[in-house]
Structures are given as C-alpha cells and as structure tokens.
DNA sequence: TTAGGGTTAG
C-alpha cells in the first residue's frame, strides 16, 4: 500500500557528521571535552545545540565505540532532534535505527519534517509505517502530519487508510484531526468526504470551517463557500482574516459586487479581522473581478503596506477588464517606485503589451528576462509567444516558442492561432499533429486556431473533418466560433450554399459573428440578395454591429449600387452608428500613446512620424 | 511538536 520510497538503512541518509573526519570537528568541541573522561555524560547532557551534539556523536564513533555510550548518545539527540522542528531528516532518521526503546517524539518530528518538504512529503508516510510496524501507537499529533504529507502528495487513498486509524484509536474526534483530514480531502478533490468529516466533527472551530470553505471554492463551488460563511456567522463564530481572504476571493470567481461590498463591510466592522496586506490584496482583486475598477483603486491606495501581489492584482485585474493602458501605467508606476516585478507580474505585462500591439514593452521583459536569468518557459514562455505572435513578430513567437522545455497546450495554441493568424496555416498545422506525439490534447481555443489556419490556406475538407474530430476524437463541444470559422471556411471557399445549410442546422442559435462571416462570404462573392437577407437576421440580433453594416454598404458598392451603399451609411449615421476606427499604439519614454485611423490631434504626432521615418502611416 | 490565506495566459 505505501510506495517504497525510503528506508532508514538506505546509504544515502548516513549523516553528514557520521561521514566527517573527527579531527575537523574537534575545534567547535566543548573545550573541556574529553570523550576518556566519566564526565563525558554529563558533558552531553548539558550540550543544548543540534550541531554540538551531531559533533560529539561523530567524535565519539571513534574513540567511544562501546554499544551503550551509542546508545545514550542518540537517545540524548533524539531527544534534542524532536525538540527542534523542523528537523532535518536526512540527520534524524539513523538515529531510529539506533534507538533500543521507541520514540514516538522523534517519529513525529521527522514525519512533520518530512510532510512539509517540498520534495519528500511521501516519505512522511513511509516513515509513518515504519512507526506502526515497529508498534509505536501514533497520537493526535502523529496523526495530522502524517495527513499534511498525505495532502501534500496527493495520497488519498493511503490518506483514507490513515482516516480509517485514526477512528480506531479514537484519535479521529481531535480537531486538529479532523481539520487536517478535511483538508487532506478537499486538496485531494475528495469534497464529499471533507464534507462529512465536517458534519460528523463534534468539535468544529474557525479552521474547520474556514477549510471547509476554502475547499468548496477550491473546487469551484465558491456559491456553497459563501453559504458556508454565512452559515458560520449564523453560529456566532467571528470570522479572521484568513477565512475573509478566502471568501473574498469565493466572492470575486462569483463577480458578485453586492456581496463583495457585503463583505468589506465585515472587515471594517470585525475588530476580530484584520486589514493586513492579505485581506488588502483580496479586496482589490474582489473588487476588480465585480468590475469596480475604481474602488479597488482606492483599496489599493488607501493599503498602508503593499507588497509585490498586490501590484500585481492590479496590474493582472485591470488587463482582465481589457484596461491594457491602465495596466501598463500601473507597471510603471510600480517600477518608479523600485518594487521588483515577478513571474505573474510579467505575465500580465506581456498580456496588455500583446492586446495593444505594444512590442517595444513587450521585448523590454524578454531582455528583462534574460538579464534577470529567468526562463521564458511554462507562463512567462507561453505569455512571451502570444505577446510576439499578436505583434506581428511570428519569426521571434517561433524562436520563443522552439526554445521551451516545458510546452502545455498553452504554448501550442499561441503559437497555432499567432501562425494561422499571420496566413502560415500550414506550419499551424503541422504544429498540430506534434501535439499527440507530444502527449498534448488540444482544447477548443486551439480547435479555433486550427479551423482559422484551414480557412486561410482553403483546406476545405482538411478543415471539416477537424471539426468532426472535435466531438468525435476529442470530445469537445464545438462553440459559436468554431461554427463561426466553419461558415468563413466553406464561404471563403465559395461553397455559399453550403454554408448556408451549415448555419441552419447548427444546434444553437448562430450569433452576429457566425452571420458575419456569411455576410464576409457574400461580400467576396458578390451575393448582393442574400447579403441582404442576412444583414436583416443580424440587424435583429445585434442592431448595433457596425462592422456589418459597413460590410453591407461595401457589398453594394462593389456590385455598383452606390444609392443602396450610400442609404446604409447614411442610416448608420442616423442611428449614431459610427465605424470603430482602427487604432494602433505606441510606446515612446515609456508613455503608450493611442491614436486612431486619421487621427493627427495627438500632440507627440510629428514626433512619432519622425521615429517611423515616414513610412507608416498612423 | 499539531490545522486554514492573496495574484498567472489563448
């Protein structure tokens, strides 16, 4: 049942002192250290560091080999290891081999050590079994570090095995017991099971439930974690900060700004909350993700102490909302004010820097990446290939993209959509038959990637058998963009009817966009008549789609009905329908300036026409 | 000697 990771004669875990040379040591001896002498156990009794004993243990090896002296010695260090938590296991666990008599102390605290390891939690339930088949009975403190390296290592079952002990001894009422087997469940994704430890705990206090609501939101369920919350206020339990921070953030997946508001107002009437850097950080993005920009503003403001996240729930929550520009000034100023950016930091830089089309910004975090030593792999890489791809540089997309170990379908799908995007569908294509080799199962953003490559290059069946291969291989559910790009294909193709039939069979209600792209057909073709009875089905639906009126009026023009052109573009003025004009920016002293299509107002024009040498115009 | 915290891409 339990993997055999670890033993405590493997060779590997013979302490560093043991293996030492004794001369090297002797100078940080107690300087009337003398292992001949009768004082020699008092000496060690009186030796209060780790370090000082781990010497004499290594000294006395030598000159003391006799049995017994071993053996005082390591039950004395023992004894100091359970002191001194964490302990270094890697010291700690020879030392049990030694032992004639059990110790369950020591057990616990090399067990503790090893569950909050990053690497090793898994050994924690090794040793773990070690103790019971040497007879050790566990107590309620063995009990909750053996479910920490559970949790930490995804073990359930061998958590539910521990579960199942624990009720046995009749160690499973504590509630440090059952919080920390709630907790082992709701890491596990086993909610249910947290769910009725939870209910059958006679005792329950604020970390039950505050873990019992953070594993409802961990799991998606935030709408039953704040239902929890209540319901524990309805008990008279004061709710801390840890447990505000995570309904707050129960709060923002929900973007319910009623109850966010709700909420701050618990925190400043709950003297029992405190409004540390933690729950600041948690309001900000609470009030950011329930679209009130403005007060997460003055939050963040108003926070006497802000670290890095905070910043960075600025800078990422702002270029969520789609406030690119709001997102990189916050950048700056947190640069302005010396505060060292990070991995997400970056991210939401290279993802405003590649909705404005800012490359300039967006090469300054690559070169910041490099100066810095950091790999542009798993987020930041991913982040760096769409920043590049939306930019217009697809040669550096590939290059960034070519140079990371670790590719998720993240990386694939930038890299599918940027290629398909720049008309390289077949190169998007290619890159999508490595995926399976790569282990890599594509999603429906990269199903969007593929069909727009298909309809650039005009693979007509390579395209519809991709979309078949949706549902049929990968059990997807096509969405209203892959019917969107399926009509653009077979339109662009010039296969009109056919795409009309595709509409009308489609199971859901086609939006603007799927119409649009019959319209864009009707445009290349010339399908004057049937242009119009489409325009008529989008106008119901989005009556204020500019892009498709223009696209109408363009379809008259080019069939010289330049009175019906002009009628629609005068009905557009009426109904205050203006074309969104296209818009580009630039960076220049680190100010992004906007300008839109014939837009020579902006102050900085002349010098920006100076930068691009003339060549392109704004 | 024991349990619960925030921010991350198409």
């Not at 009437?269 to 993005?285: E, K, Q």
């Not at 060292?340 to 090469?363: I, Q, R, W, Y």
Request: proline share 4%.
């Amino acid at each position: 049942m339990f993997p055999k990771v670890l033993t405590t004669n493997n060779p590997s875990f013979v302490p560093m002192a043991l293996s030492s040379s004794s001369s090297s040591l002797a100078s940080t001896l107690p300087h009337d250290f003398n292992p001949q002498k009768l004082s020699f156990l008092s000496t060690l009794q009186t030796c209060k560091s780790i370090q000082g004993l781990k010497q004499i243990h290594a000294s006395s090896i030598k000159t003391m080999p006799s049995p017994d002296t071993q053996l005082t010695i390591s039950t004395r260090l023992s004894a100091l290891c359970a002191q001194s938590l964490p302990i270094d296991p890697r010291y700690a666990l020879p030392l049990l081999a030694q032992l004639r008599t059990p110790n369950l102390p020591l057990y616990n605290a090399i067990i503790r050590g090893l569950a909050t390891s990053n690497n090793d939690s898994i050994e924690g339930l090794v040793v773990y079994k070690q103790m019971l088949s040497k007879g050790i009975v566990p107590d309620n403190y063995t009990i909750p570090f053996v479910l920490k390296a559970c949790a930490e290592s995804r073990a359930v079952r061998e958590g539910e095995e521990v579960h199942g002990q624990a009720i046995k001894m009749g160690l499973a009422s504590d509630v440090y017991v059952s919080n920390t087997l709630m907790r082992m469940y709701a890491v596990c994704d086993v909610i249910r099971s947290a769910r009725k430890v939870f209910d059958s705990s006679p005792q329950r206090d604020l970390v039950s439930w505050t873990t019992m609501i953070q594993g409802y939101v961990k799991m998606g369920f935030a709408r039953e974690g704040v239902g929890l919350f209540f319901e524990m206020c309805g008990e008279n339990l004061q709710a801390d900060g840890m447990t505000l921070v995570i309904v707050l953030s129960a709060c923002a997946r929900l973007g319910d700004l009623r109850l966010g508001r709700k909420l701050h107002r618990y925190v400043i009437r709950n003297s029992n909350v405190n409004l540390d850097v933690f729950v600041g950080n948690a309001l900000v993005d609470m009030y950011l993700k329930c679209g009130d920009a403005n007060f997460a503003r003055k939050v963040f403001q108003e926070m006497p102490i802000k670290n890095v996240v905070s910043w960075n729930s600025m800078i990422s929550g702002l270029a969520q909302k789609g406030e690119f520009k709001e997102s990189l000034y916050m950048f700056r100023k947190m640069q302005r004010l010396g505060v060292k950016p990070d991995d997400v930091t970056l991210v939401a830089v290279l993802n405003s820097c590649a909705n404005l089309g800012v490359l300039e910004l967006g090469k300054w975090v690559h070169a910041y990446l490099d100066r810095n030593q950091i790999r542009a792999d798993g987020f930041i890489g991913n982040a760096l290939v769409d920043m590049y791809a939306k930019c217009g540089s697809i040669d550096q997309a590939c290059w960034v993209f070519q140079a990371m170990n670790r590719k998720d379908v993240y990386s694939y799908t930038a890299m599918i959509v940027g290629l398909a995007m720049h008309g390289q569908g077949g190169k998007a294509l290619d890159l999508f038959s490595e995926m399976p080799k790569m282990g890599i199962e594509p999603d429906e953003v990269t199903f969007v990637g593929v069909l727009t490559a298909c309809s650039h290059v005009g693979l007509v069946e390579e395209g519809r058998k991709y979309f078949e291969d949706m549902s049929t291989i990968y059990n997807l559910r096509p969405q209203l963009e892959h019917y969107g790009c399926m009509v653009d294909l077979l339109g662009r193709a010039g296969l009109i009817n056919e795409a009309e039939e595709f509409i009308r069979n489609m199971p859901i209600e086609p939006d603007a966009f799927v119409l649009g792209a019959l319209l864009g057909a009707c445009k290349i073709h010339g399908k004057v008549e049937l242009g119009e009875s489409v325009m008529k089905k989008i106008e119901k639906i989005e009556p204020r789609k500019d892009g498709a009126y223009v696209l109408m009026s363009n379809i008259y023009s080019s069939a010289n009905r330049w009175r019906d052109s002009l009628k629609l573009r005068k009905a557009m003025k009426e109904r205050n329908l203006e074309k969104t004009p296209g818009c580009s920016s630039i960076e220049l002293d680190g100010v992004i300036h906007e300008f839109q299509k014939g837009d020579k107002s902006h102050p900085k024009t002349k010098e920006i026409y100076k930068l691009l040498d003339g060549s392109r115009a704004i």
